[in-house]
């Protein structure tokens, strides 16, 4: 599958990993739009959060567990930002399921 995240699970691109377990991965975005700026995949092919269905939505759950976590580690204790891009319009580049987790500066809202 011609998937950039599904490479980086494979090892086939490199990235800085700075989680991982059974089910999911995190590992730095290559274009950082924050001081912290790390994207939180899981394992699964999922394409986007508009293929989530009651059968693969617990990764979902388990990805904020995972956020939570990594915002501790990361010193994030001000707060932090998660996004998800879901479809061209909304700015969705890579088609694997991913949230980004972003932190270190005050962010606005509502977002452009
Ligand atoms: P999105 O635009 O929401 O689909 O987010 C995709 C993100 O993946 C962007 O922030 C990119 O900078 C990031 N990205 C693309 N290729 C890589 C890569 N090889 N390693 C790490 N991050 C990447």
């Known amino acids: 599958m011609d998937c950039i995240f599904c490479k ?35 394992k699964e092919h999922i394409p986007s959060a508009a293929a989530i269905t009651p059968e693969n939505s617990a990764v979902v759950a388990h990805i904020f567990e995972v956020i939570a976590k990594l915002s501790k580690e990361l010193g994030l204790t001000e707060g932090f930002r998660v996004v998800n891009n879901c479809g061209d319009i909304a700015g969705q580049t890579v088609k694997h399921l991913h949230f980004h987790l972003m932190g270190g500066r005050e962010f606005t809202w509502p977002a452009g």
């Open 8 to 42: 980086i699970l494979s090892g086939e691109i490199p990235s800085k990993k700075v989680y991982e377990d059974e089910t999911v991965c995190a590992f730095y975005d290559v274009d950082p739009q924050a001081p912290v700026h790390v994207l939180i995949i899981p």
